[in-house]
């Protein structure tokens, strides 16, 4: 059992680029999901995802961004046209399909928008 | 909805002192309620979990028992250890196909420790 593995672990980007961040959950896992941690603050839900179908989306989830887990193992999250508001740590986490399995995390990417 | 309340930090103890971080929660149904760590410049580590009333789950010298009359999870531990200076998370988790609605976890804001030597 590696962990949830997530790259890149730093992303610096200008206002106005596109940037994509990768998830790997612990391989066992069907579910994954993905959070945004502002400083201060604790994680929010964006998405949701059972092997390749995205179940649910957070409001937060805004047209720039999108969430694809195209065969049921990584999942990417890119974030168009980013905006400083979007400088944030993005988290992943994975979990079995129990109906109160736990949610283990990866160790974010932290993306700073200049 | 939803929601989670800790007591706000920083809080900054002396080694071996008694550590009390109070949660309390709102939530229909049963949930599930956990505690994560987060050090420095890293993800969230999961520290110990309980998922019905009464449960009192533990790790590393850590406890916390899930009270449903007081909404409560507090999490404790005797004495605390410089290296376990972190910020700490209390969250739940909603019992799937409870009809809850939805499958996140719904953390609070967090309680930054520092432990002086």
């Known amino acids: 059992d590696t962990g949830v593995s997530q790259d890149p672990r730093h992303k610096i980007t200008k206002r106005g680029q596109n940037v994509t961040f990768r998830c790997d959950p612990i391989?066992?896992?069907?579910?994954l999901y993905w959070y945004r941690q502002t400083l201060g603050q604790g994680p929010e839900f964006l998405t949701y995802?059972?092997?390749?179908?995205?179940?649910?989306k957070s409001r937060l989830l805004s047209d720039r961004f999108s969430a694809e887990r195209p065969k049921g193992s990584f999942s990417t999250l890119e974030i168009q046209r980013t905006e400083q508001g979007d400088s944030a740590m993005y988290l992943c986490?994975?979990?079995?399909?129990?109906?109160?399995?736990?949610?283990?995390f990866g160790p974010g990417t932290r993306l700073t928008v200049l | 909805g939803n929601s989670v309340t800790q007591m706000e930090g920083p809080v900054t103890l002396s080694e071996e002192a008694f550590l009390t971080i109070n949660c309390t929660y709102t939530?229909?149904?049963?949930?599930?309620l956990f505690w994560y760590v987060q050090y420095p410049g890293e993800g969230l580590q999961l520290l110990l979990k309980?998922?019905?009333?009464?449960d009192k789950g533990s790790n590393k010298g850590f406890e916390a028992t899930y009270r449903k009359e007081t909404t409560s999870f507090h999490l404790e531990k005797g004495s605390v250890q410089v290296s376990d200076s972190a910020v700490y998370f209390c969250?739940?988790?909603?019992?799937?196909?409870?009809?809850?609605?939805?499958?996140?976890?719904?953390f609070g804001k967090g309680t930054k420790l520092s432990v002086i030597p």
């Open positions: 986490a994975s979990s079995s399909t129990g109906p109160r399995d736990t949610q283990y």
């Open positions: 995802f059972q092997n390749e179908a995205q179940l649910e």
């Open positions: 309980a998922t019905k009333a009464d």
């Open positions: 391989s066992e896992h069907n579910r």
């Open positions: 939530a229909t149904g049963y949930p599930s």
């Open positions: 969250a739940l988790a909603p019992l799937l196909g409870s009809g809850a609605g939805s499958y996140q976890l719904t």
